[in-house]
């Protein structure tokens, strides 16, 4: 018997040093965890991840020399390029940012990338921003789609 409750007394000293452990890892000034494996936050969702949600695709208006009537998203662009290419939404999403922040360079570099690897049969398309809740979007499909610019292959 007083080997169980020994053995009772360790598993709950255990876990209350591991609790209380995981309340110290977690910085009330920064409102952020410092996590140290295996001592964690408890805290797990104390952070509520942003409701609204922004990434920049584009809509193709011309492939091969002719205009598409009407003009379609990436995501649906299977016939001309690979949009469940995760390099090519990465780098769509990062020309969109680059585009915010004004760096034109930046957006040219990365621009010329895309349409050399991902989109090279696309001579004229239109950068994208998506907004959007996600839960929304889920459930009703509603995405409010801003055109940021234009750009034509060949041309800055």
Request: glycine share 6%; net charge positive; charged share 30%.
């Amino acid at each position: 018997m007083k080997s169980y409750r020994r053995i009772w007394r360790a598993i709950l000293l255990g876990l209350v040093a591991y609790g209380i452990g995981g309340f110290l890892t977690f910085d009330i000034a920064k409102k952020k965890s410092n996590e140290l494996f295996p001592v964690f936050s408890w805290f797990l969702f104390a952070e509520v991840p942003q409701k609204i949600h922004v990434r920049y695709t584009i809509r193709i208006h011309r492939v091969d020399g002719r205009d598409l009537a009407p003009p379609i998203l990436f995501a649906a662009a299977e016939a001309y390029a690979n949009p469940k290419s995760v390099s090519a939404n990465k780098l769509i999403d990062e020309i969109g940012r680059a585009n915010e922040r004004q760096e034109e360079g930046e957006v040219q570099r990365m621009r010329g990338t895309l349409e050399e690897n991902q989109i090279n049969r696309v001579q004229r398309y239109e950068l994208m921003k998506l907004t959007y809740d996600p839960v929304e979007r889920y459930q009703t499909g509603k995405v409010l789609e801003e055109s940021i610019r234009f750009f034509e292959k060949g041309r800055p």
